[in-house]
């Protein structure tokens, strides 16, 4: 059902701040006078692109929607402000260590993401984490700088933990971070087997709580960390045969979207405790791996809810560096270097979702016919009603209208059974019902939102709602769990200069009940309708669903069961052009690691090259050598998954 407005009064920059684009978006996303969203790649240093005209041009060149469009200088800025903001940080608080961050690779496998991230990371030398052996092998045949960390986490067998001993023969800093109480006995039994050990962490199970969404994943009941009495065995184990000169990493991660700082503070002062009680035991340390958590703004309220978070970037590296170093100096202990596995804070930014509507139910409503002579009393009673409510602008008077309306068309329905009104008239006397109900919620549509509606009134715009229909199938595809639990802004790309006459929600084609997308994001709350647009005949209507990076590709790629979403990879030019760097042709049920862009073969041609140099250096023995790539063979053969 269509709500008409008039228009005079709505610019582009009210459509920005309907959607929150002015809040979340800032500083990638903006909007045109023409009413498109803009994207400036590059954040606050310039150069805009017009997103509709970019999918104008893109379609010109084969490409079709849905589409995902990954801005690699989004990706490269965020890098920069992560590190920027810990420079700054470890300023403020003349902090005496570094900053050492690594991208966990589960958060966006794909090979041009992690390559990106890699290479823009060099100069910081930005490393990787693992979180299963799939992971591993994609993060050592990607990283080459021998100063990057790569933490290696996740469930661990004998093999994974033999190829991060060999890795570090090979010049790499694989630290192995033992999760399960069981590791470390692995660990021991790996290194005597080889004569070599592996750069040593441990992650503790800490018992601040995260208030966010993955909360139950940690605390004392988590399924990953030691507790206490496990961590101390496993130190004095790592003595007894001669490793604790390994262990040199505290690791602990609260669980992904922290909302509210609070929890960050409270896990950080009772890891930092835990690190300076390491040391104590005579454990070398030096580094605190804060894990992921960092949180990202999704409906730019600065909240505590779920969908966003009540710190910055700046906020969140105030805290990590004041906390560690309130931890250590009383103690007199060193400080350690800092690191962070921030997926979320990097990766999100820069993947945008574009999908087309090819339809909507309930909007396009034959016009009124006029009235005929003889029109039966109910129809004209109805006729009064609706230019009653056109005229009036009193609450009160508009219930009370639409209580006529309803009455009048339960008598058109009672009439018609008896005989008295054919089936065109009682199909006017629904029409004329809708009419009113659209009016009403017209005018409800100007008041401001904490006006006092009744309910029946407030109501009435969500029972007049229309379902537009997405060209997209990841609605049917995606977990229950993704649809119901997780917000992201979606919004028109065009048209956000012309005030959105209709509240809507989104289903696939299918109809499935799992094929919807009907929550969005509301300033720290959640609405089940997005205010659209109505669809005008041959116009396209494009969606953005913004804020993607992370976690969610496989949406647009790997779970599709249409199989060919593509996706481009796009960069600034300074003329302020652009260039499509990589085109991603998606792909269906091809292995993981393949379906990830990965091609094991060259991976296995890197390390083949690398452990080569490494023999010719001397640090590394041929059966050694030969060893790593049996495993690496081996472990390739049976990844057909990757671990969440
Ligand atoms: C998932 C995960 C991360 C990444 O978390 P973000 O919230 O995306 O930063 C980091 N470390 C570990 C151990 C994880 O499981």
Redesign the pocket.
């Known amino acids: 059902m269509v709500i008409q407005a008039n228009n005079n009064t709505w610019t582009a920059a009210d459509g920005a701040a309907l959607y929150g684009l002015d809040r979340w978006g800032d500083p990638y996303f903006g909007v045109s006078e023409r009413g498109h969203v803009m994207v400036q790649p590059q954040g606050d240093r310039g150069g805009a692109l017009d997103l509709v005209e970019l999918v104008q041009e893109l379609q010109g060149r084969g490409l079709g929607l849905p589409l995902l469009i990954r801005f690699d200088d989004i990706l490269e800025d965020r890098l920069e402000r992560l590190h920027a903001a810990f420079e700054r940080a470890i300023a403020q608080y003349g902090y005496s260590g570094r900053y050492q961050g690594v991208f ?1 690779v ?2 966006n496998q794909q090979r041009h993401v992690v390559e990106q991230l890699v290479e823009s990371g060099r100069r910081w030398h930005f490393g990787l ?1 693992a ?1 299963s052996k799939a992971e591993l092998l994609i993060a050592l045949s990607l990283l080459s700088d021998p100063e990057a960390l790569l933490i290696c ?1 996740g469930t661990k067998d004998r093999r994974y933990i033999e190829t991060a001993i060999l890795a570090r023969r090979l010049g790499r800093q694989p630290v192995v971070v033992i999760e399960q109480a069981d590791e470390a006995q692995r660990i021991i039994e790996a290194s005597q087997a080889l004569g070599a050990a592996p750069l040593i962490g441990i992650r503790a199970r800490l018992s601040s709580r995260s208030s966010g969404r993955w909360g139950s994943s940690v605390g004392e009941k988590a399924k990953f960390g030691l507790s206490l009495p496990d961590l101390l065995a496993s130190v004095e184990a790592l003595r007894d045969a001669g490793l604790l000169n390994e262990l040199r990493l505290l690791h602990f ?1 609260v669980g ?2 922290i909302s509210d700082i609070a929890v960050l503070k409270d896990a950080l002062q009772e890891a930092g405790q835990i690190y300076v009680e390491l040391t104590r035991l005579g454990a070398p340390m030096g580094y605190l791996d804060v ?4 949180g990202v703004d999704y409906d730019g309220s600065r909240t505590a809810t779920a969908a966003s978070t009540n710190y910055s970037l700046q906020n969140y590296a105030n805290d990590v560096v004041a906390t560690v170093r309130e931890c250590c100096q009383p103690h007199g202990v060193p400080v350690p270097t800092l690191v962070s ?5 990097l990766a999100s930014h820069f993947s945008v979702l574009v999908f087309d509507v090819l339809g909507a139910e309930g909007q396009h409503q034959p016009a009124l016919p006029a009235p005929a002579e003889d029109e039966p009393l109910v129809l004209r009673n109805l006729r009064d009603t609706l230019q009653a409510v056109e005229a009036t602008q009193e609450l009160e008077q508009l219930q009370e209208a639409w209580n006529d309306a309803l009455k009048f068309k339960d008598d058109a329905l009672a009439a018609f059974r008896l005989g008295y009104l054919n089936l065109p008239q009682r199909a006017i006397a629904e029409q004329l019902t809708a009419a009113c109900g659209a009016a009403i919620a017209r005018y409800l549509g100007t008041l401001p939102a904490d006006a006092q509606v009744p309910e029946e009134l407030r109501r009435l715009p969500a029972s007049l709602a229309s379902t537009y229909y997405a060209n997209l199938s990841i609605f049917r595809s995606a977990p229950d769990t993704w649809a119901i639990d997780q917000l992201f802004p979606v919004l028109p790309i065009q048209r956000l200069h012309e005030r959105p006459t209709a509240l809507g929600s989104f289903a696939d084609l299918t109809c499935d009940s799992d094929g919807k997308l009907e929550r969005f994001i509301d300033r720290g709350q959640v609405k089940s309708l997005l205010e659209l647009h109505n669809l005008q005949p041959e116009q396209p209507y494009w969606i953005g669903l913004f804020l993607a990076g ?1 976690y969610q590709e496989v949406m647009g790629n790997l779970h599709n069961l249409f199989g060919s979403t593509d996706a481009v990879h796009l960069r600034l030019l300074p003329s302020g052009g652009y260039t499509v760097d990589h085109v991603v042709r998606g792909d269906t049920n091809a292995k993981v690691m393949q379906a990830m862009e990965h091609n094991p073969e060259l991976l296995l041609e890197r390390l083949r090259l690398a452990s080569e140099e490494a023999i010719g250096r001397g640090q590394l023995k041929i059966s050694e050598a030969s060893r790593l790539m049996a495993h690496l063979e081996a472990s390739l053969g049976q990844t057909t998954y990757l671990k969440g």
């Open positions: 966990p589960k958060c984490e979180g986490n991660h992904s979207q894990g992921g958590g960092l596995e921030s997926g979320r804070a992370a």
